[in-house]
C-alpha cells in the first residue's frame, strides 16, 4: 500500500474519517483506493455541507480539482470534488451525481474561490450549470463557439469537423497494420 | 518503400484550392463589419494590393536574392512545432548562418512559420500576425498537422488544412520534422524565393475574397478589422 516510507496515513484515520461522514451526510459508498486516497459518494444536495465540514472541521482545505464524468449510458454526470488534507497528506474525493438531461449542480465558489474557474469550464465544455458562480456564463478556452458543448459523448466531432473543415483531396485512411505488412514487411506471413 | 512513399506523397500547396480567377483585389474599401462604429474609425478599410516586381528584371532577381539570404521569422510560437525551432536557433544547428533569424514583431519578419496544429482561437491570430507583416511574405507550414489535419483530424477546434485559410508557399511534413527537416525546407524556401517562386503574399491579394470566406467560415467571433494593417 503506497509507498512504505512516505506513508504518513494509517489505514485507520480513513477509515474512522469516512464512517464519520457516512454517519453524518448518509454517503452512500466509499472505495478506498489507497491508504491515502479514498472516494466518497454523497446526494447532490448535501455536497455543499460536505465540503464545507472537510474544509471547517476535517482539515481538507484545499480544492485540488473539480471534474466531471459524463455517464451517457446512466443519464448522469458524475461530478468529482478532489480535496487534500496537508496536515494528513491524504485526499479525498466526494463525488456526486447529477441528471444528465437537467445539468444543474449548486456552486461552490464561496468555499473556494478557485472554484468558479472550473465551474466555467464545466459550464462551456459539458453544459453543466451553477447559478450564481461568478463569470458562469463567459466564454472559458473557446472563442465564439456556436456548437452543442464540446467535451459531450454524443457531440459528434468527426461529423462536426466534416460540416466546419474541408479535407484535403486525396486523404485516405489505411488499415495501419494491413499496410505495413503489404508495404514494408510483405515477407512476414500472417500472424 | 518507393511505393509507400508515393502513397504518401503530399499535393503540391496549390492543389484543389483558390479558385485563382484572378479577379484582383476585391472591392476598394471593406466594411469591417465585425467592429463597432467607434472602432471602425480607428482601423484601415483599405483591401490590400499586390505587389509590383522592380523593372527592370535584374533589379527583382538582386532584390529576390538579398530576400533569401536575410530571412527573418516571426518568433510566434503557433503549436507544438515550436519547440523545434529553439534548437534551430541555438548553437547545435545554428540557423543563423544562413541569414535566419527571430524578429520579436511582425512588422519586421518576413517568414511565418505555422508551427504544428492551429487551433480557431491560435487560427485569428495568426491571420492578424500574417497581415501585419510587410510583403513580400512567405509562410511555412511546419508538420503534417498544416497539410490535412494529422492527428487532429477529427478535432472540433482545430482546422485541417492551412492553405485554405492563408497562402502557403512551403511545406515541411513530419510529426515533429527535426531541426535537420526544418534547415532543409528553409534551403528550399531558399531556392524558391531566388527563382521568383514564391507568390503566396500576391495569391493572398489577388483571392482576397476567397480566404476571408473561408476564415469567417471557421473563425466565428471576427471582432478584429477585414484586413488588419
New interface residues.
Partial sequence: MGHAGLQLVSDMYMQELCERLIQRFDCDQVVHQKADLSLLRVDKDKLESTLFYLKTHEGFVHLSFVTVIDYIEDDIFRLSYMLHNYDSKSDLAVQAEISRTASTMHSIHHLWAQAWTYQRELKEMYGIDFPGSPRVNDEF???????PP?MLRD?D??K??EE????????ESQDIKQTMRE??YPERGES | MNDVNDKLKIKSPSAGSPPGDGKGPASAQLENAGLSLEEQQLFCDAAPVPYEPYSPEFLERFHNWIRANSMWVLAFGTGCGAIELNPLMTSRFDANRFGIQMRPTPRQASVLIVAGYSSIKTLKRIIRSYEQMQGPKFVIGLGICTINGGMYWDSYNTIKRLDRYLPVDLYITGCMPRPEALLAGFMELKRKIKAGECDGANRYVKDFEWYKANQKKVIKKWDMPDYNW
Fill in positions: 478556452c473557446l472563442e465564439g463557439w456556436d456548437g464540446p457531440f466531432t468527426a462536426f469537423c466546419r473543415f474541408v479535407d484535403r483531396e486525396g486523404r508495404n514494408l
